[in-house]
């Protein structure tokens, strides 16, 4: 593998925009002619034309021998030889792109994978909602003053007037602006210092230090110090101790931008708008759009998977977006909720085990546990996102199965939108600072909770 990885760090080839012939052949616009759920109402679609014809122009994103590489990491996760932390915003907006933000989020899903990586004592792939989390399918055409939704940055606007809110496809070309700077700033920061094991293991003994719970993560917390201890007098230095590789990854709901970055490259086609795709609960009808585009790239996909999904659905789900059975290519998210999980998720894991797909199990313990708190706040309860986790393992470990993964809509700032944690945030403190443009993140210390709690069930 590592022989490989090499080579392709400097191929030689370079990817291009795929000819008429190419795109027929890989069937990149057949999801043109498929229904289509969750279809943005762009007033004028021959700007979303020119628009795309304008991306089908620039350097993409991501190259293709990251994604080839994350294609590899996710196959070690799928063997149960590694662990995926994926997380960031709900929706990424034009003006939190910040460096504070953006590097706040990266700082926590670090922080997560230092804990993760003690608690499963095994590797840990670490995966951005980010540079490109710009859309949102969401469940009515209209919100609470009566105004068209908001559809995420990438479609139109938070602010609240009628003219915000039209889809404009002008946006595509900022979201892409803004994902490819997310993107050079992160890959000067992971490697100039952001990832250093020392430093993010201080902010961890900060966080044990400062929780009102810390006394329970104290003992994780002591034996991180003591291997940390033990290989500095051991001398062992290597680049692995300073760097990171975090992956960007959004869901695939603006079809027009994802299709205007597909590049082929060494005769397969490569989504560069991220490296991994996904499609959402709402868009993974088996003859719709989403799962055919997503099923022509060579990156690895994700696909959400609720309370009604069929077991048989599922397994066709795996035939379509992998049908080769590659290992690594498919992450099966499941997101059940937590009173849920324990009853749905097992005939599912046991269909798709016994067909003889390889799959990465990933768990998402938010977005089957949403309610509505008294004065309106759409929140979660950390205690809810924690069952469901410990339910997704109980599953596993009863089924024998790996439990891969976690995915986690979080930020790295001090927000007040999911209720309890440590910090007992309460229904009327929601509105303190509750900042998300769509569904309740995981604040950083909640982040950090969760990740010992897994670390404590992944050690179990
Ligand atoms: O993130 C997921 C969905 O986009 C979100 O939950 C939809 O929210 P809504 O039900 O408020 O539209
Ligand atoms: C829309 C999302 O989730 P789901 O498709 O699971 O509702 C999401 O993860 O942003």
Known sequence: MNREWHQLRNPGLVPAA?????????GLDYWRSLPRKHMPPWKDYDEVTAVAGVLEGVPPIVAPYEVKRLRELLAEVAEGRAFVVQGGDCGETFLS?????VLANIRTLLQMAVVLTYGASMPVVKVGRVAGQYSKPRSNNTDSLGLPVYRGDMFNSLEPTAEARVCDPQRMIRAYANSAATMNMLRAYLGGGLADLQSVHLWNKDFV??????????AIGREIDRAMAFMEACGVEDNALHTAEVYASHEMLAIEYDRALTRVFDGEVYGLSGHMLWSGERTRQLDGAHLDFLSRLANPVGCKIGPTAKPEDVVEVCNKLNPDNIPGKLVLISRMGHGKVREALPPIVEKVEASGRK???????MHGNTFEARGGFKTRAFDHVVDEVLGFFEVHRNLGTHPGGIHIELTGDNVTECVGGAQEIKEDELADRYETAC????NTQQSLELAFLVAEMLRH
């Open 18 to 26: 795929p000819q008429a012939e190419e795109a027929e052949r890989f």
């Open 97 to 101: 792109n910040t460096e504070s933000h």
């Open 209 to 218: 230090r400062n929780s009102p719970a810390g006394e329970r993560y104290e």
């Open 359 to 365: 799959v990465v199990w990933q768990c998402d313990p």
């Open 439 to 442: 569904d309740p993140r995981l």
